[in-house]
């Protein structure tokens, strides 16, 4: 198996790369890494199959991006594709001050048109391990996403030590076009993507092979790989009794996922670029929107190699492992472990998810939540029916995003441009969450939370039963804009007097992604304190697409120079044009 | 072979549709035609394999239109794909007052952002066959078309007799998703589309099997249809001892094509919505863009039922006939004909087309072109490369249109829209265009013929040698906003001197759409009178797509009242905006 990486010719081409695309101003105590990003689709074998990808600069993840607390990036985003617009957001970046740089169509700027480019700049106000990634359609899983790694600042340092770091990308892949699978979605009879067929870390995965199919019973062929394929792993290569950091994010579609080093264990010391209470564990779960950074130490027997594994949790799994190796220097990268890769935990055991999350609190000495919300927005999580035809909602209602991005369309009281009635704060007080819906049938409506800036929110969100009887979903929840405190998790249907006493607010974590357990609720908090209008959704791919989301803003009036490039398109594009004409 | 068309069921659903998504209002002496069109993917099964179609109100092809000379149409277009844009462009109708209206990307409009809507109204002036379809990247492959009839108007003749008509739409369909399509063409190394999996006759064709297969010695499958599926094909059921109008048109993607109808002959009346002087005969030619009417008699054995064919010209055929039945009531339509169906023409059978060609005159009494043209345009047709792509090009420069639609950059001066230097009038006295080219090093380009309003043009289309040896393509050219004389066809490298005193000055046939044949020139002359912007290209779709186009404006200066919904991005849409805040 000798997937052999061409180190040399990587660090060769990535130089003429970063010369090429990206240039660096330092001026007075700030920094500017400044990018031109050309997006366009091309082949690709992430899988060792042949799919189109959507690229960036012809690489498929996207370039990481690696940047220093309080630097400024400066990305310009030319859009390569012949007849779809495009963004990117931001995952994780707060963009204070910037809230039209979020990359979010629809909400906060208007899609990208081919052949134009837009210019993203916004502040890295915190070190962590984030994510960008497409947010118009569902172009995310076409694979436009990749890595934001920011470092601590000129003379700051981590709460933890460690010797090297490596990155780990999680995603999963289909072998039908994104496009077939909005289709899909949209049409009566519904028809679901299915399960992924590949998992991938860092873009590679293998399909119809398996790098470890020489542990496995079946019929599994084992791979026969060059190293320099698109598909061949990237192998993390350490030197023994060294800590190394793993920035671990997910970004898959549906995927939840379980990540495990075989002999190792990892300690987990920061989620969503906060960082936590470092607790060990012998396997993780992610889901989608999430990232962690683990410290794992080279403390086994260096002479041989060992199996990094990732594989499906909370889903009947039927995608194999994504593996790579984890080689102990100087031992060749040829041998193959000795041991099978670590086992993911059964699909549904949610015992163990549910202990890993508990595991999780914010580490000592980090922001604590106000005492008390000003308000509390309970959202029900469930899926439904418009005339038909098979959505996701939130208080039965399923998000169908205006033509006019709401940060113009708020900034300019453009009231047609969506819904003015204030989606609801709550749900019927008779449903029972335990079973599918009584009555399945909602609407589509794009209605916004205004919330007051600066108020401190609560929101529970509660999950359901979807339409089959007993299943209930995973669903991942990611805030942009903001940290949220993690205050709890809970089963069943959340009740403010007796669950809310159980809130954890003396140590609980800050993220901006976080899970509801099937059946379960799980609560969190924030200041609404960033002027702008910001996404909250599921960040299941087909699930924000068909509708699970709301819409939060704040403080709009206080957004001033929203560029031009963000509001060109319909009301705020028209009233321009209005207003020019008049004068 | 029992294909039964469910006529009973089809024609209560069209009055449905009709009522549901057009009204028709009639003011004093001028009808508006108003129609509501949601435009989306859907899955469909063209060939009996399903693909994913771009529709039109859930029809593909889109449906039909019908009017009368001097009606107003009012197609209320709405975007409903999830990340694309889109406009549609009405084939052949000149939008007298409207240039807005033309439905060209980058040309004429701003493309239709999703979930938003463009109102297309413009007035038919002139009875004939016309054709719509998209017009930004290569969504016309995707399925994105149908047909436009116009009927003379109120008290107005044909000058010809028929008794009743059927309408032929033709087109050829692939497998490939149009957006991998796209991405091939524009990868490096260059993959061609190749030729077309089957073609279509209304929209319907067979693809794996054959309604004629038992007059085959292959061993492809006879059909087994039941009529009602969406390949099933649409039988012409005819009276015996009648004549037929047949409204053909072709909407290929590449294909050139040859439709024969077995033991009839055929009177030609029509051609691109202008009348010629009929002429029989047994089968026709016709290219992409192209329309034509003509007069069929049922003058055959009544007890018998006969193929209509279509089959491949121009490229080394790969690909079925087409095929439908011409039925004489009141045989029954599941009896097959007793002769196979026509045989097409061998596909470099070239002196055939152009015999085809030549007999095309205009009927008498047709507007004659100016004796002299006020300008002449030499453009050469190549194939090249632009850093190693594979590019079509025009006098050495590949269209790459602007950002910024023509028509609103050129009506308000915004000199950074697109390039400023005029594009060649000729090529270089010394080219061979027998030859592959010696330097086949091309640019883009976007640059504009700037005609004289009311100016006479002659333009010779001279075609060349391809990148390979002794290969010179078909292209079939298409003018936008007006029709051309036909002045005339020749071999080799136009010559003035010799040439021109062979122009038909006398009775050119009026068209928008005519072909070059390999290694040979077309020469045509139009009266520049319609204030706009013009697209003219190859109506090849990859052709056009990469780069076989020219771009004409004229008179842009008396365009008034452009609606903001065509100029709501680029420059146009951030002129507006800047101006708004200086105000």
Request: glycine share 8%; aromatic share 10%.
């Amino acid at each position: 198996m000798g997937f052999l990486v061409l180190r040399e010719l990587v660090v060769v081409w990535c130089i003429l790369l970063i010369l090429l695309c990206c240039s660096i101003e330092i001026s007075f105590g700030s920094t500017t890494r400044h990018f031109k990003w050309d997006v366009e689709y091309m082949f690709w074998s992430p899988d060792c199959q042949e799919s189109v990808v959507m690229g960036i600069n012809g690489q498929f993840p996207g370039p990481t991006i690696r940047a220093q607390a309080g630097d400024t990036i400066f990305v310009q985003l030319i859009n390569k594709l012949h007849t779809e617009g495009v963004v990117i957001h931001w995952h994780g970046i707060r963009q204070l001050g910037t809230p039209w740089a979020d990359g979010t169509a629809s909400i906060s700027q208007c899609a990208i048109n081919p052949g134009e480019t837009f210019d993203y700049r916004f502040k890295v106000d915190k070190a962590g391990t984030y994510i960008y990634h497409g947010h118009f359609g569902m172009q995310r899983s076409s694979g436009l996403y990749g890595s934001l790694i920011v470092e601590v600042g000129e003379g700051e340092k981590e709460p933890f030590h460690y010797d090297d770091e490596f990155n780990l990308l999680l995603s999963d892949w289909w072998h039908q076009s994104v496009h077939d699978q909005e289709v899909g979605l949209s049409s009566k009879p519904f028809r679901w993507i299915g399960e992924p067929q590949t998992l991938l870390i860092n873009g590679r995965g293998q399909f119809n092979c398996s790098l470890s199919a020489h542990f496995s019973n079946t019929s599994t062929n084992a791979c026969t790989l060059r190293g320099d394929e698109q598909c061949a792993p990237q192998v993390l290569r350490v030197l023994p009794n060294r800590t190394y950091r793993l920035r671990i994010a997910s970004i898959t579609a549906l995927a939840s996922l379980n990540l495990a080093v075989g002999n190792h264990k990892m300690v987990v010391v920061e989620a969503d670029g906060n960082y936590v209470q470092p607790f060990e564990v012998e396997d993780m779960d992610i889901y989608s929107g999430e990232s962690y950074s683990v410290l794992l130490t080279t403390n086994q027997d260096q002479s041989k190699n060992y199996w990094i594994s990732v594989g499906v949790r909370g889903r009947k799994p039927q995608t194999p492992q994504a593996l790579t190796l984890l080689n102990y220097s100087p031992t060749s990268q040829s041998k193959l472990p000795i041991l099978p890769p670590p086992i993911t935990p059964t699909w549904n055991d949610y015992d163990h998810s549910k202990s890993f999350s508990n595991k999780i609190f914010a580490l000592m000495g980090s922001p604590k939540p106000p005492k008390n919300p000003d308000r509390r927005i309970i959202l029900l999580n469930t899926q439904n029916y418009i005339d038909g035809y098979i959505k996701w909602a939130i208080n039965n209602i399923s998000l169908l995003l205006p033509s006019t991005p709401y940060l113009g369309s708020i900034k300019y009281s453009l009231r047609t441009a969506f819904d003015n009635k204030n989606p609801p704060e709550n749900f019927a007080n008779d449903y029972d969450v335990m079973k599918p819906p009584i009555n399945p049938n909602s609407s589509n409506g794009n209605g916004v939370y205004m919330l007051g800036l600066n108020s401190t929110v609560d929101i529970i969100l509660q999950n359901a039963n979807a339409l089959a009887v007993n299943v209930s979903e995973i669903h991942p929840w990611h805030l942009h804009g903001h940290n949220f405190w993690v205050l709890g998790y809970g089963e069943g249907k959340f009740s403010a007097k007796k669950d809310e006493k159980k809130f954890n607010l003396r140590n609980p974590p800050l993220r901006n992604t976080v899970v509801i357990f099937p059946f379960g609720w799980t609560a969190l908090r924030f200041v609404a304190d960033n002027p702008g209008v910001w996404a909250f959704h599921c960040h299941i791919e087909p699930h924000l697409h068909m509708g699970m989301g709301v819409v939060f803003a704040q403080g709009v009036e206080h957004v001033n120079d929203i560029p031009d490039q963000a509001l060109a398109c319909g009301l705020t594009g028209k009233r321009f044009m209005k207003k020019t004409k008049q004068n």
